[in-house]
């Protein structure tokens, strides 16, 4: 089993910056995928971004070139840079985490942190 705990959420005025960390419980290995989704109110769990195997990293299309994910593999962490935040950015935040277990995968979510971006 595995836990992760998110930080770093907060209000933030348009145009400002959060940085979000995601903590794991313990060392993770075969790692499949890590990173971060969003969901605002009424809408769907979407991408904002992940690292999968290989470090290749994946970006939701609507945060390119303003957020960043990056990763502390001796703390099994995952962060996230967020700049040029946007009012429709407000949602609650999560951290995934998918392993492979045998032949299949192993999905882990954090309790999620809320982003509100508004003056």
């Known amino acids: 089993q595995v836990q992760l705990v998110e930080s770093g959420g907060g209000l933030v005025q348009p145009g400002g910056s959060l940085r979000l960390s995601c903590a794991a419980s313990?060392?993770?290995?075969?790692?499949?995928?890590m990173g971060w989704y969003r969901q605002a109110p009424g809408k769907q769990r979407e991408l904002v971004a992940a690292?999968?195997?290989?470090?290749?990293?994946n970006y939701g299309d609507s945060v390119k070139g303003r957020f960043t994910i990056s990763r502390d593999n001796a703390k099994n962490a995952v962060y996230l840079q967020m700049n040029s935040l946007k009012p429709e950015e407000t949602a609650v935040y999560y951290c995934?985490?998918?392993?492979?277990?045998?032949?299949?995968?192993?999905?882990?979510w954090g309790q999620g942190t809320q982003v509100t971006v508004s003056s």
């Open positions: 995934s985490l998918k392993i492979v277990v045998g032949a299949g995968l192993a999905e882990y």
């Open positions: 313990r060392s993770i290995f075969s790692i499949n995928t």
């Open positions: 690292f999968s195997s290989g470090d290749r990293t």
